[in-house]
């Protein structure tokens, strides 16, 4: 009976022996789930904040969208309103070329006018030369073999 009873009081030491085992792995193991926990939390922090950044990223790129969409109205608008500024101004180029060159056309026709009237002023001015020459050669005392 003492054989039990030492066999059970070196059964129940280990017991002991293994409870106060268990119970560092227990106290080890809680002070790694509080370690887990507390690196969980702060990973989910980061992951909120990660989330909140990403939020204002796309509020930003939603308003800079807007704005993009706006200056890209705002740009084709002027460019229609720069065609349209080309084409009447181009419109009044050609136009404008259109009467200088109608202008030209007829002070072109006027200069072959002149140079003909001219022409036919010199040579009347010419026979009338020749014909006062001979007019003069006929006078009395006139020097003869003299011309003007």
């Known amino acids: 009976m003492l054989q039990d009873l030492d066999q059970l009081a070196a059964r129940i030491g280990q017991l002991v022996q293994r409870t106060r085992q268990l119970h560092a792995e227990r106290d080890a193991l809680r002070l790694r789930l509080n370690d887990f926990e507390a690196e969980q939390r702060v990973l989910k922090q980061r992951a909120a904040d990660r989330e909140a950044e990403i939020v204002t990223l796309q509020s930003k790129l939603q308003d800079h969208d807007g704005a993009v969409t706006a200056m890209l109205e705002q740009a084709q608008q002027a460019e229609i309103v720069l065609r349209e500024q080309l084409a009447r101004e181009t419109a009044e180029r050609q136009a404008l070329e259109s009467r200088f060159s109608a202008r030209e056309t007829e002070l072109q026709g006027n200069l072959q006018t002149r140079d ?11 026979s009338a030369r020749e014909r006062i020459d001979a007019v003069l050669a006929r006078l009395p005392g006139a020097p003869s073999g003299e011309q003007h």
């Open 116 to 126: 003909t009237e001219l022409q036919r002023l010199r040579v009347a001015a010419a």
